[in-house]
């Protein structure tokens, strides 16, 4: 695609204004999917019977508190990455696009070559590309880093 000097000046705006638009609504849109995460886990059961852990979400605290060490660390980020990709997929196109947006590198490369006429204008390659390749998985992977910094303390001591 050929883009004159005033289509590239067009084109870095609305590319401008988007990244700026899915920064700004990134602190709702992350809300939301952080109680839709949290709720998930909390109505799930714990993987293994611990006291005053009654569910998935306060077992992730007993997850952040152990670290790798546990053996089922591994399973419990699984599951909830899992969660965090079941929860964008169920959000609306529109959404979906912002958070991605806003929590990966996308702007990084793929705008650049956006703006230069290198990658394919084509909507549908477009959307394949922010909904499941590289930002996708990298705002999955902020996200679900994100939530689990939140999830409740734990101490064995208690």
């Given amino acids: 695609m050929y883009c004159?000097?005033?289509n590239k000046e067009q084109i870095e705006c609305l590319i401008d204004m988007l990244t700026e638009?899915?920064?700004?609504?990134d602190e709702s849109l992350f809300d939301k999917i952080f109680s839709k995460v949290a709720k998930a886990l909390k109505v799930a059961d714990a993987p293994e019977e611990i006291e005053n852990v009654n569910n998935a979400w306060d077992f992730l605290g007993v997850i952040n508190y152990h670290g790798g060490d546990h053996?089922?660390?591994q399973a419990t980020m699984d599951e909830l990455e899992s969660t965090v990709v079941s929860v964008i997929n169920k959000l609306p196109l529109h959404e979906?696009?912002?958070?991605?947006?806003?929590?990966?590198?996308?702007d990084?490369?793929?705008?650049?070559?956006?703006k230069s006429g290198i990658t394919d204008v084509d909507a549908n390659a477009v959307m394949e590309y922010?909904?499941?390749?590289?930002?996708?998985?990298?705002?999955v992977?902020?996200?679900?880093?994100?939530?689990?910094s939140h999830a409740p303390d734990y101490c064995p001591c208690d």
């Fill in 4 to 6: 004159d000097d005033e």
């Fill in 21 to 25: 638009l899915a920064k700004s609504s």
């Fill in 71 to 73: 053996f089922l660390y």
């Fill in 96 to 106: 979906r696009f912002l958070v991605i947006v806003a929590n990966s590198n996308a």
């Fill in 108 to 114: 990084d490369f793929f705008w650049d070559d956006f």
């Fill in 130 to 139: 922010f909904l499941k390749k590289e930002p996708f998985w990298e705002a």
């Fill in 141 to 148: 992977e902020r996200l679900t880093k994100a939530i689990q």
